[in-house]
T-cell receptor, first 112, second 111 residues
Framework: DAGVIQSPRHEVTEMGQEVTLRCKPISGHDYLFWYRQTMMRGLELLIYFNNNVPIDDSGMPEDRFSAKMPNASFSTLKIQPSEPRDSAVYFC??????????FGQGTRLTVV | TQLLEQSPQFLSIQEGENLTVYCNSS?????LQWYRQEPGEGPVLLVT?????EVKKLKRLTFQFGDARKDSSLHITAAQPGDTGLYLCAGLTGTASKLTFGTGTRLQVTL
């Protein structure tokens, strides 16, 4: 398996634009997590899914953030409209019953 | 909110030195994991400890889970430049698969 695949690796966008981050989890994993990492706040859990169903979205900072998982092999995290304070590295991770989280390489988002 | 505080935040040492990183919480965790993250990459799991008092060794790394399952430590013997990175502890509670990550310890090992 190729591991968790995220795209794009880097995204630079202007304030107010819509940003969509994409994630393909490891096949067979039934949990998918979206994290945000900044120097100030560390690694924060935004939302996680189990069997494509959102279980806990209490970490989603505002209504500007939304996440979907239409099937077991694809998830998106959307920010609309984006703001400079959303600049961070966004990670997607997946896991199975073993609870080891496998992380993607992340998307570095810069909002100018 | 379950907080995991790590100390120290930053550590810069020379090759061959020993070090210990601490992960503390007021919450009880069913298991605790340690990850290492290198620049430009996602965190990678090093170990999972489950039983209070458990000690696990991974080459020069020794991990311990506190008796009350609220804290953990990572000890590195004879650090090498390849150990450089961000070390993160992560706690798991109950049956949920939701990991709460610690604040992180950034380690720099120089020649």
């Amino acid at each position: 398996d190729a591991g968790v695949i995220q795209s794009p690796r880097h995204e630079v966008t202007e304030m107010g634009q819509e940003v969509t981050l994409r994630c393909k989890p490891i096949s067979g994993h039934d949990y998918l997590f979206w994290y945000r990492q900044t120097m100030m706040r560390g690694l924060e859990l935004l939302i996680y899914f189990n069997n494509n169903v959102p279980i806990d979205d209490s970490g989603m900072p505002e209504d500007r953030f939304s996440a979907k998982m239409p099937n077991a092999s694809f998830s998106t995290l959307k920010i609309q409209p984006s703001e400079p304070r959303d600049s961070a590295v966004y990670f997607c991770a997946s896991s199975s019953w073993t609870v080891e989280a496998f992380f993607g390489q992340g998307t570095r988002l810069t909002v100018v | 909110t379950q907080l995991l505080e790590q100390s120290p935040q930053f550590l810069s040492i020379q090759e061959g030195e020993n070090l210990t990183v601490y992960c503390n919480s007021s919450s009880v965790f069913s298991s605790l994991q340690w990850y290492r993250q290198e620049p430009g990459e996602g965190p990678v799991l090093l170990v999972t400890v489950v039983t209070g008092g458990e000690v696990k060794k991974l080459k020069r790394l020794t991990f311990q889970f506190g008796d009350a399952r609220k804290d953990s430590s990572l000890h590195i013997t004879a650090a090498q430049p390849g150990d450089t990175g961000l070390y993160l502890c992560a706690g798991l509670t109950g049956t949920a698969s939701k990991l709460t990550f610690g604040t992180g310890t950034r380690l720099q090992v120089t020649l």
